[in-house]
């Protein structure tokens, strides 16, 4: 925790859930008690914030171990579903990616550049039970003779079926627009021209990280909700940028901070993960998560009592013709207007529309603060993820 000022202990929270005391509230309802009661009120009556998203992470996956066959396989080459999988790793463990695309996708066969089924797609029929067929291939070695194996399966037959997510739940993201004079196709959606539409992919008020902008309370061994079982925080993410933009309340303007989570795709629920499909973009997939945010001093009081309208995100162009497509930041909004379905951009009125799907990021807050009350304790973070000086006295 470095230098963060702990008044309300993790242990005191911890013990208060076990009794059945514990105050928790969801962060959609945290800054109606910081209105009525202040910061130090909010600090002194809630012990726990619970957060949630429901959006597509494309750099999600999962490793699985087919367990062995007999005779024994070094699968060099493992296909779920048509999916290719990565089988670098050991005899019959494979990385299955969430945006690798069936190989001779029948969409794609009509529509070249599209698709229709994925990784993102295997995990959640496996989630959900459902046959999934297994090919595998090796070179054949003294240890591991079979060469060739095929078999119709489900998560039950195999021995490790572990969700391993690199980058996920992203500190606030881009609203996306296209000035240009085409339609485009993106992993932010379709995009038509000259501004006529907007797209964005972030929870708002729910979103964990923006609830915890400088990650206080979140780092490896952080409990979560991951796809309705539980789950950690194993690292931060991959292009973890904290030193970003931020506004005078601390909190992130535009992409900043991410996490590396992990869990047990047996324990998982299908409702809280679903294989997606871009048109034009590729395959990827929708995961929920959820995160308690214990509230040990009033900043944290303070941060999750920030509202949408509290909540900046960054509006850029996707049609620039950049090295990276995506050119200078245009404006910037509220996720109360983006929320409004429209926003007012550069003399021009656009409708707006999420990608990600706030019911689903309420029902995850909801469920998870269920999951306290019962007696889910919070996870002390053992490695703190990297952050930036906090200037005391920014929020409120």
């Known amino acids: 925790m470095g230098d963060v000022e702990i008044k309300k202990s993790y242990e005191e929270i911890n013990q208060k859930i076990r009794e ?23 600090f002194k009556k809630v012990d726990v914030v619970t957060t949630g998203t429901f959006s597509a992470m494309c750099s999600s996956g999962a490793f699985i171990n087919i367990g062995h066959t ?7 080459k493992i296909w779920l579903n048509n999916v290719e999988a990565y089988g670098g790793i050991a005899a019959v463990d494979c990385y299955i990616g969430a945006t690798q695309v069936q190989d001779d996708d029948p969409l794609n066969r009509v529509h070249p550049g599209k698709f229709k089924y994925g990784g993102g797609h295997v995990i959640e029929d496996l989630i959900a039970g459902k046959r999934v067929r297994l090919t595998a291939s090796g070179y054949g070695t003294d240890c591991y003779p079979l060469k060739e194996h095929e078999a119709m399966i489900t998560i039950n037959d195999l021995r490790n079926a572990i969700m391993f997510n690199p980058r996920n739940a992203y500190q606030n993201y881009n609203c996306a627009v296209n000035c240009s004079r085409k339609t485009i196709y993106t992993y932010m959606g379709i995009l038509k021209p000259d501004m006529a539409n907007a797209t964005y992919s972030t929870s708002g008020q729910l979103s964990p990280l923006l609830n915890d902008p400088f990650y206080w309370t979140i780092g490896t061994g952080t409990r979560i909700f991951l796809c309705g079982a539980a789950g950690s925080v194993v690292w931060h993410g991959t292009q973890h940028a904290p030193d970003c933009k931020r506004g005078a309340n601390g909190i992130p303007c535009e992409g900043a901070g991410t996490l590396a989570v992990m869990g047990d795709m047996k324990q998982m629920d299908p409702r809280y993960v679903r294989g997606a499909s871009f048109t034009g973009y ?9 995160i308690p945010i214990p509230i040990i001093n009033e900043d944290m009081a303070y941060f999750t009592g920030q509202s949408d309208r509290d909540l900046p995100c960054q509006v850029y162009d996707y049609g620039n013709e950049t090295p990276y497509g995506i050119g200078k930041p245009l404006g910037e909004v509220t996720y109360a207007e983006l929320k409004t379905g429209k926003i007012e951009l550069m003399g021009k009125t656009i409708d707006a529309s999420p990608l990600s ?5 309420k029902k995850i807050a909801l469920e998870l603060k269920e999951w306290i009350m019962k007696g889910f304790t919070i996870g002390v973070p053992q490695t703190p ?6 200037k005391k006295g920014t929020a409120g």
Do not use: H, N, Q
């Open 385 to 390: 993820l990297p952050t930036v000086p906090y």
């Open 20 to 42: 059945g005391r514990a105050v928790v509230v969801t962060a959609e309802e945290m800054p109606e008690i910081v209105k009525k009661e202040g910061v130090d009120g909010a």
């Open 357 to 361: 799907s706030y019911p689903m990021a």
């Open 282 to 290: 590729g395959c990827s997939i929708m995961i929920g998560i959820g």
């Open 70 to 76: 007999k005779p024994r396989i070094k699968a060099s």
